[in-house]
């Protein structure tokens, strides 16, 4: 069983910047394809940005491209996404998200093993 702490979010105006953490415990950390989802409301959730076991891949929604960055330390069991030129259409709950087969991100979210519990941000204008 796998265990996902996010934090870092919170409020920003737009224009700014913030790095959400999610910390992982309880698996072998490399095995696992990390992603980033969020959901605003009233809206269904998206992802936002998907990262390989060994950090060498990742793929980004087009509304993240250029502006979001995810990134992963195996040594610290831990994803990260940097998240640069913040809109207020970027405010939502943020998920952490961790799956051993990748394909499971394009067969959709149901389909993913692991969540955390989420983190607000809002971006105010």
């Known amino acids: 069983q796998v265990q996902l702490v996010e934090s870092g979010g919170g409020p920003v105006q737009a224009g700014g910047s913030l790095r959400l953490s999610c910390a992982a415990s309880?698996?072998?950390?490399?095995?696992?394809?990390m992603a980033w989802f969020r959901q605003a409301p009233g809206k269904e959730r998206e992802s936002v940005a998907i990262?390989?076991?060994?950090?060498?891949?990742?793929d980004y929604a087009d509304s993240a491209k250029g502006r979001f960055t995810i990134s992963r330390d195996n040594a610290k069991n831990t994803v990260y996404l940097q998240m640069n030129s913040l809109k207020p259409e970027d405010t939502a709950v943020y998920y952490c998200?961790?799956?051993?087969?990748?394909?499971?991100?394009?067969?959709?979210?149901?389909?993913?093993?692991?969540w955390g519990q989420g983190t607000q941000v809002t971006v105010s204008s």
């Open positions: 309880g698996g072998t950390f490399n095995d696992y394809h």
């Open positions: 998200t961790a799956d051993i087969r990748l394909g499971d991100y394009r067969r959709g979210s149901r389909y993913i093993d692991y």
């Open positions: 990262i390989s076991g060994s950090g060498d891949s990742t």
